[in-house]
């Protein structure tokens, strides 16, 4: 069973930076889709970013594009989303979920198709 740990999240300035990391485990021989959501009250939650661990793939929403990066670290089997020029509207619950294993692949950003879950970091962005 694929477990993911989700840090790193707080609150900054409007225009700051702020990276969160999602940390797994217990994951088959393969390759997955690892991506970021968020979740802010009352809206429903919506994909932000996701990497294909097999190739380093990455996909990205419109509304974060130029502005966040996703990455991985192998060898500490995480998976980095760095969050630059933030804006308020950002502000939001971060979850961090997974998908796979496959042989090969890619990732989109709908949330129905991902499996295993973090439990979320908050993000705040005050203007």
């Known amino acids: 069973q694929v477990q993911l740990v989700e840090s790193g999240g707080g609150s900054v300035q409007a225009g700051g930076s702020l990276r969160v990391s999602c940390a797994a485990s217990g994951y088959r021989y393969g390759y997955y889709c690892i991506g970021w959501f968020r979740q802010a009250p009352g809206k429903e939650r919506e994909g932000v970013a996701a990497?294909?661990?097999?190739?380093?793939?990455?996909y990205y929403a419109d509304s974060v594009k130029g502005r966040f990066t996703i990455s991985q670290d192998n060898a500490k089997n995480t998976v980095y989303l760095q969050m630059n020029s933030l804006k308020p509207e950002d502000t939001a619950m971060y979850y961090c979920?997974?998908?796979?294993?496959?042989?090969?692949?890619?990732?989109?950003?709908?949330?129905?198709?991902?499996?295993?879950w973090g439990q979320g970091t908050q993000v705040t962005v005050s203007s």
């Open positions: 990497i294909y661990t097999g190739g380093g793939s990455t």
């Open positions: 979920a997974a998908r796979g294993p496959f042989r090969s692949g890619g990732c989109g950003l709908g949330t129905q198709a991902y499996d295993y």
